[in-house]
C-alpha cells in the first residue's frame, strides 16, 4: 500500500468504519444510560421550586471556592485544553469541510495560521496537564490506564494534525493519512471510554442538581 | 546530423549566449550551484548524440505529444533532435521490420552505453499478450532492452507507477518499470503527461555529469518532485486565510481563490507544475481555474473523485445508516435486559423484618 492508497482508506472505508461504530456505540450507550431510570423517591421534596438542575449544569463549570488556588492546572488546564481543542475541530477549513460533507452545515473558518497556533498552545496545554498528573501523588493514584490511554488518543489527531499542515517528519500524504487514521480511532474510542462525557457531562450535572435539590439543597 | 550539440544548435539559428542562458536556467531549476550551469554547457555542447531507445508500451502517447509540442520551436525540442533517437515508434520515418532492425542494431553498437526511455505500463496479463510490438509482449522487448542499457528513463505515471491502465481492477496486469527492471538505475518521471523541461533536465544531468540526478524514495528527481503542487502554488495565501471557491463560477473562483474545496490534490501531490508551469510557461491547470488531479502521484486514478476536497469522504459512508439502527437496537436491547433484572430483583425481594435480625 502506497501512501494515496492509505490516505484514500482512510478517507474511505476507513472513515466508514470508524463513524459506524461512533454511531453505533453513541446511540447504543445513550439509550442505556437514560433508560435506566432511578427508583421512585417516596420521600416528600425538601424543595421543589427552582431550576437546581440548570443552575448545576453551569455552577460546576466554574471552581468551588478554593480549589482554584489548590489545583490551578487543572481548572486553567482544563479551559484551555476543552476551548482551543474545540477551536480546532470546529473552526479549521478541512474540518469544517468534513462535517458539511457528513451532516450538511458548514460555517465561516479561521485562518490555517491561527489553527496552527492553537494546535501548539492545546498540546502545551495538553503536556502540562499530563506532567501534573504524573507529579501529584494523588491524581497519579487515581489515574487508570484509561486516563493515560485517553489522553493519548486525543493528543495523536492535534501532534499529526499540525505535523501534517508544517511538513515534519513524514511527507504530508503520510502524515494526513496518520492524522485521519488518529482523528478514526478517537471516533471509535469515544463511545466506551470516559470520553463519552462529551454527551453525558450536561446530562449528568442536571441529574445531580436536580436529586440534589428534591433532597433539600437547592443550588 | 552528426558532430557536437552546439553545431547543429547554430545550424538551427540557436546563438551560443541562448545555449548558455537555458543551460544556466536548467541547472537552477535542478537546483545545482551555479558553476552547474557553465559545466553542462560545455558538456552539453561538445556531446556525441547519445544512443537513445524509446519504447512505447501500454500508453496513449500523450507523453511523446507533451514533449514534442510544448512549444515551438522549443530548444528542450532540439536536445531530442540532437540526441541519437534511434528507435521511437511515433517519430522514426521507418516502420515494421526496419524499425525492429533498427533497434536490434542500436542496442548491438551501444550495448552497455545507451539510455531507455519508457513510456506506458507494461501489462502481464496472459503472459504479455494485451500489448505486443512486432509479435513480441511489451514484457519481453523491456527486459531484452534493459539488459544492455545504461539507464532506464521511465516517462509518464504508466511507466513510472502504472498510471491508469493499472487503475482499479487493473484488467491487462499492468505494471510499473520499476516492478520489472530491478538491477539497472531508473529514474521515474511521473506525470500525465510529465513536464518536458522534467525531461530535458535530466538528460541534462546525465550528458553532464554521467550519472542521473538526485531522487526521492519514488524514484524522482528531487529537482522538479521536491515539493508539493500546494507548497507552492501562486493560490497558497488563500488557503491560508481560509478563502475558498465553493464552485467553479462563483465570486472565489473569479477572485482566484483556493480550490482545495473543488478537490484540488496539490496538497499531496509532488511536481514541478507550480514553478515551471506549461505551454512555455504560459499556465497550468490551476492558474486556468481547475485543481489538481494528482497525476504525478502513484494511482492517482484510484485516490478518490477529482472533485472531492482531501478532508471529505472518498466515498459516501455506507454503514453508517445501519450501524445507527444496530446501535440503537443494541442500546434497547440492553434497556429491556436492565429492566428486566431490575423488575426480578424486586420480585424475588424478601422483606427483612426485626424478627429476622434477631434470629
Known sequence: MNDLQFLTWTRGPGLDIAVGIFLLGVLWRLIEIYTLGRKKDLAAPRHAAGASGLHTVFRRSLPPPGMLKRSPVSYVGGYIFHIWLAIIVFLGAPHILLIENLVGLSWPALPSQFIGL??????????????????????????????????????????????????????YTQMLALHILSAEILLVVLPFSKLFHGFTLFGSRWYNGRVNAHKGVPV | MQGPLIDTLARRGVTRRTFLKYCATLASMMALPPT????????????????????PFQECTGCTESITRSHSPTIEGMIFDMISLDYQETLMAAAGHQAEEARQNAMKDNAGKYLLIVDGSIPLGHDGAYSCIGGRS????????????????????????????????NPTGAVSVSD????????????????????????????????????????????????????RCYRRPFYDQGKFAKTFDDEGARQGWCLFELGCKGPVTHNACATVKWNGGTSWPVESGHGCLGCSEPDFWDGGSFYKALSAPADPLK?????AVVGAGAGVAVSVANRVKKNTAKATHETTTLADLEK
Not at chain 1, 490511554?149 to 492535534?158: I, K
Not at chain 2, 552547474?36 to 519504447?55: D, F, K, Q, T, Y
Not at chain 2, 532506464?152 to 482499479?168: E, L, Q, T, Y
Open chain 1, 118 to 171: 492553537t494546535a501548539v498552545v492545546t498540546m502545551a496545554t495538553m503536556v502540562v496537564m499530563l506532567a501534573d498528573r504524573i507529579n501529584k501523588p494523588v491524581k497519579r493514584f487515581l489515574s487508570t490506564f484509561e486516563d493515560w490511554f485517553t489522553w493519548t488518543v486525543t493528543f495523536l489527531p492535534v501532534l499529526t494534525g499540525w505535523m501534517a499542515t508544517q511538513h515534519l517528519l513524514l511527507p
Open chain 2, 36 to 55: 552547474a550551469g557553465r559545466a553542462m554547457a560545455e558538456a552539453m555542447a561538445a556531446a556525441r548524440r547519445p544512443s537513445v531507445i524509446w519504447l
Open chain 2, 138 to 169: 511489451n514484457v519481453d522487448m523491456l527486459k531484452e532492452a534493459a539488459a544492455g542499457a545504461a539507464a532506464v528513463i521511465a516517462v509518464g505515471s504508466c511507466a513510472s507507477f502504472g498510471g491508469i491502465p493499472k487503475a482499479n481492477p
Open chain 2, 180 to 231: 520489472l527492471v530491478k538491477d539497472k538505475p531508473i529514474v521515474n518521471i511521473p506525470g500525465c503527461p510529465p513536464i518536458p523541461v522534467v525531461m530535458t533536465g535530466v538528460l541534462a544531468h546525465y550528458l553532464t555529469f554521467g550519472s542521473l540526478p538526485e531522487l526521492d524514495d519514488k524514484g524522482r528527481p528531487k529537482s522538479f518532485y521536491g515539493n508539493t503542487i500546494h507548497d
Open chain 2, 319 to 323: 454503514f453508517a445508516a445501519a450501524a
